[in-house]
């Protein structure tokens, strides 16, 4: 079983039109304090962000921000924090926190968010790092992605191997056993003319 030291969440800055989502995002931090995974965040106190570590602190657990220097001067870092780590670029932020995490896990969100999350879905399909992704479908908010995954998978363009590799849960508790027993595909990652 994979240990999970820390956790990588991706989720909005914004609150969103369902007020489930920040039900969800406090209750995802609340459970990684009491299983004692700390928090790596894009470490604002802002929308779902700011839900989910707030989650984790009032449950004793550790949250390690990481934001960018113009996002902290708009005064939307979150200053309760274990740590907050202040990056220069968007770059840097999304590589500090890939690299502080054990895993990763998507909670609603918009553009950044998908693009957090298919940056650490893609470095775990070249080999970059052997560590899982997850989509915390709430409520079903990733339906439509998950079935444009397969479509893509089904298209010829991912490998059914590499898709399988992508944790959709729909409750925390489901997620994380999950992401403790995840297995990286062990093929590569091109898929040749005379392979399909």
């Not at 009032?58 to 921000?65: D, Q």
Request: proline share 4%.
């Amino acid at each position: 079983m994979k240990e999970l030291a820390s956790v990588a969440v991706y989720c909005g800055s914004s609150d969103g039109l369902d007020p489930g989502n920040i039900e969800c995002a406090r209750d995802f931090g609340r459970l990684l304090a009491t299983e004692g995974i700390a928090l790596v965040y894009g470490g604002g106190n802002v929308g779902l962000m700011g839900a989910v570590a707030d989650g984790a602190l009032r449950a004793g657990g550790e949250v390690h921000g990481v934001i960018t220097e113009a996002l902290r001067v708009k005064e939307l870092a979150h200053l309760e924090l274990t740590s907050l780590i202040v990056v220069d670029t968007m770059h840097e932020r999304k590589a500090v926190m890939a690299d502080r995490a054990d895993a990763f896990v998507a909670l609603p969100g918009g553009f950044g968010t998908f693009d957090e999350l298919f940056e650490v879905i893609t470095w775990t399909q070249l080999g970059i790092h052997e560590k899982p992704c997850g989509i915390l479908n709430h409520n079903g908010f990733f339906d439509d992605l998950v079935t444009f995954l397969d479509k893509t998978t089904a298209a010829g363009f991912i490998r059914p191997a590499h898709r399988d590799t992508v944790v959709v849960e729909s409750n925390g508790p489901s997620m994380l056993r999950r992401l403790r027993t995840w297995e990286p595909a062990r093929i590569p990652k091109i898929i040749d003319r005379d392979q399909r």
